[in-house]
């Protein structure tokens, strides 16, 4: 295999953090899905590889190396909620620009003035949010939530969080746009009160 075939598909396992085999058949489209097991066996001295209900697979030193990556996947119970998330990404046609757990921070001043001066300082309230994943789809930048594991306890707490930063996000993100992945009809419908007059598109699992 060429060697820009290689770090081709190593830079497309370490962009997602851990991918099924199945997944990286429908993302790299390399012909017959058997061809893509061997393809991603010959390279198994690059990637750690989990067997369990499927083959799951992520990159080592050596592969974090050839493509010079500094992210490191540990093998996790977050793997069930990578996979989800590598779904949205199948979903919405593995976006070139697409950024797992992206870190977002905004300053914003106090609501009641331009902010409190005190000794040549101005008080500021900064805030952080972190979506599942970023991307920019037409017009629209897309905050990527998928909810399998959290409690709606704490969905409501970062729908909140949104609502509270979304003056400023659209300030650094022109159009953002909520879009929320999660497991059944009745949390797809409090979703989608929960984000009131917020853009978003929700979707059950079961509807990608």
């Known amino acids: 295999m060429s060697t820009e075939r290689t770090e081709y598909v190593l830079s497309t396992i370490d962009q ?34 989990v067997r369990s209900n499927q083959k799951i697979v992520y990159l080592n030193k050596d592969g974090r190396q050839l493509i010079g990556s500094e992210k490191e996947i540990k093998k996790t119970i977050m793997f069930d909620h990578m996979l989800l998330a590598n779904d949205a990404y199948i979903y919405y046609g593995c976006p070139q620009d697409w950024k797992r757990e992206y870190s977002i921070e905004i300053t914003q001043e106090p609501k009641f003035g331009a902010g409190i001066k005190i000794e040549g300082l101005t008080l ?21 939530e998928i909810d399998n594991t959290r409690t709606m306890i704490d969905n409501r ?11 400023e996000l659209k300030k650094r993100f022109s159009n953002p746009k909520l879009c929320i992945f999660t497991t059944s009809e009745k949390r797809k419908r409090e979703f989608v009160q929960l984000c009131g007059n917020l853009p978003h598109e929700v979707f059950t699992f079961k509807e990608i």
Not at 157 to 167: A, F, G, H, S, V
């Open 16 to 49: 997602l953090g851990a991918v099924s085999v199945k997944q990286l058949h429908q993302i790299l489209k390399l012909g017959t899905y058997r061809h893509t097991c061997r393809v991603i066996s010959k390279l198994e001295q690059y990637l750690h590889v």
């Open 124 to 144: 500021t309230n900064k805030k952080t949010i972190i979506p599942d994943a970023v991307f920019k789809q037409e017009w629209y930048y897309c905050f990527v």
């Open 157 to 167: 707490k970062k729908i909140k969080r949104y609502q509270e930063m979304w003056t």
